[in-house]
């Protein structure tokens, strides 16, 4: 059976950093492409970021470029999304994926796989 799950998320004040982190199980991931997404209140999921097989590739929504990083270690078969200069309009429940392919995309009906999400909250 398939797992991911995600940890790291908190309340953090606008200007702070956290670091998420997702670990895949129940097969290898190494090349998957995997990815973030966020959900606020009352809005739709959105994406985040995307990050390839080792090649490690990298896509990012305009909002979050210059601010977050996705990073993978399939040694230690962990993802991180470290996110830098957050905002109140961060706050949201953060998803991580994942996707049987090599091809990264922002469309999340073409992930696979989906983590139950981790809480972030930036206060003003």
């Known amino acids: 059976q398939v797992h991911l799950v995600e940890s790291g998320g908190g309340l953090v004040q606008a200007g702070g950093s956290l670091r998420l982190s997702c670990v895949p199980s129940g097969r290898t991931f190494s090349s998957y492409a995997m990815a973030w997404f966020r959900q606020a209140p009352g809005r739709e999921r959105e994406f985040v970021a995307a990050?390839?097989?080792?090649?490690?590739?990298?896509y990012y929504a305009d909002f979050v470029k210059g601010r977050f990083t996705f990073s993978r270690d399939n040694a230690k078969n962990t993802l991180y999304l470290q996110m830098n200069s957050l905002k109140p309009e961060d706050t949201a429940v953060y998803y991580c994926a994942a996707r049987n392919s090599i091809y990264l995309t922002r469309d999340s009906q073409q992930y696979d796989y989906w983590g139950q999400g981790t809480q972030v909250t930036v206060s003003s």
């Open positions: 990050i390839s097989d080792s090649r490690g590739w990298q």
